[in-house]
């Protein structure tokens, strides 16, 4: 119509010959785009951030992240959008024995030398889950390498990337002297997310990720969970998450790492290795 225009026809004749209504033509000469069509995009986009920082939440969470970033919908809505686009959980699809871990994206610093010569320079982050009365609490560790001592952790009802950010920003601020330290992780999707890998660049560290396949590459993690299972989770039934999240942090700080001597550490505990092994400058708090 614009181009007839151009020409020199005018819209009268160009409508009548295309049998179009003037009217229609000029409402949307004035708002080319209705204003539920521009409202569904901003909810499809506050959708499409929330799956791209957290691909293991399905249409529910995601509808909740998207009214907390002001694109407010029913849940119904939501199901619709991430139908059509096809953004789904990645446990709500069942891929069968020939599914695909997660893309890298770090390269694998570690090549299972689990070893560090002085503190905060390599770390290892893995997550745990446990039931209680009032549903699932996940914990998020990261231990360092040299000592076997837990830097940082975090505890919440929902496994989702803020619990590992939330980790590895408490490891931080008790360790401090974290530059080049190397953080090595699974291919879990709570540690590929962008804000994460952002997290992990303002800290100055390096990311490293386990290859797929490679059983032994969270072994060291795998062994504190181990006796985490032993000595709280599996000793009695939990009927809150907060009787439970008392309890870890009760056995990780006191227990753990002020009592329990370890055999690799020269029967010291993590905290006397540290402290015998380090300059004052260097002790965690």
């Not at 209504?21 to 785009?33: C, D, E, I, S």
């Not at 799956?51 to 407010?72: I, K, N, Q, V």
């Not at 190397?182 to 540690?191: A, I, K, Y």
Request: with cysteine.
């Amino acid at each position: 119509m614009k181009e007839l225009a151009g020409d020199g026809v005018p819209v009268t004749v160009a409508c009548r010959v295309l049998k179009l209504a003037r009217q229609p033509y000029y409402r949307w000469l004035g708002k080319p785009v209705p204003d539920a069509v521009l409202e569904e995009a901003y909810r499809a986009n506050a959708l499409f951030d929330a799956h791209r920082d957290d691909p293991e939440f399905g249409y529910r969470f995601l509808a909740d992240e998207a009214r907390g970033a002001g694109a407010g919908m029913a849940g119904r809505t939501a199901w619709r959008i991430c139908r059509d686009n096809r953004w789904w959980s990645v446990f709500g699809k069942k891929r069968g024995k020939g599914r695909k871990a997660g893309p890298p994206v770090h390269d694998d610093l570690v090549r299972r030398d689990f070893t560090a010569d002085a503190p905060n320079r390599l770390w290892l982050a893995d997550i745990t889950e446990h039931a209680t009365g009032e549903g699932k609490l996940y914990l998020c560790a990261i231990k360092d390498v040299f000592s076997k001592r837990i830097v940082g952790y975090s505890i919440d009802a929902r496994m989702k990337s803020r619990l590992a950010v939330t980790a590895l920003n408490n490891a931080v601020a008790r360790r401090e002297h974290v530059d080049g330290c190397v953080l090595h992780t699974d291919r879990g999707s709570q540690f590929r997310p962008r804000k994460f890998v952002r997290t992990l660049d303002g800290h100055g560290m390096a990311g490293s990720i386990g290859r797929v396949g490679a059983a032994g590459d969270n072994a060291a993690m795998e062994s504190f969970f181990s006796l985490l299972q032993k000595n709280v989770l599996d000793r009695r039934t939990w009927a809150t998450r907060e009787e439970l999240r008392i309890a870890i942090v009760t056995w990780i700080e006191r227990t753990y790492h002020r009592r329990r001597r370890q055999a690799s550490l020269g029967r010291l505990t993590p905290v006397e290795f540290e402290t015998v092994m380090t300059t004052p400058a260097l002790q965690a708090a």
